[in-house]
């Protein structure tokens, strides 16, 4: 059974860091995209940040240059380090992967930026 556990959201200052992080369980990240989507309130799903098996990595324009995506092989976590946050950045944020047609969500961790 794949399992995927978000940790790390929380209730930042604007301008301020938070670090993501994504661990799976009956699935191994190296061998799978690993996305991170968000969802903001009244909002659709939206992806924010990919790193594919080799490594690429790819980012939405409202994320580039803020965001970092990584994947740690020996942990079989992906994490997403976000900086320069902005009130706009306000979501619940899911990582995501799939293989061999199935596709799997984590149940979220809520990022909210204010002061």
């Known amino acids: 059974q794949v399992q995927l556990v978000e940790s790390g959201g929380g209730l930042v200052q604007p301008g301020g860091s938070l670090r993501l992080s994504c661990a799976a369980s009956?699935?191994?990240?190296?061998?799978?995209?690993v996305d991170w989507y968000r969802q903001a309130p009244g909002k659709r799903r939206d992806l924010v940040a990919v790193i594919t098996s080799g490594g690429s990595t790819n980012y939405a324009d409202s994320v580039k240059g803020r965001f970092t995506i990584s994947r740690d092989n020996d942990k079989n976590t992906v994490d997403l380090q976000m900086n320069s946050l902005k009130p706009e950045d306000t979501a619940v944020y899911y990582c995501?992967?799939?293989?061999?047609?199935?596709?799997?969500w984590g149940q979220g961790t809520q990022v909210t930026v204010s002061s």
């Open positions: 995501h992967t799939g293989s061999r047609g199935q596709f799997y």
């Open positions: 009956g699935i191994i990240f190296r061998f799978n995209a």
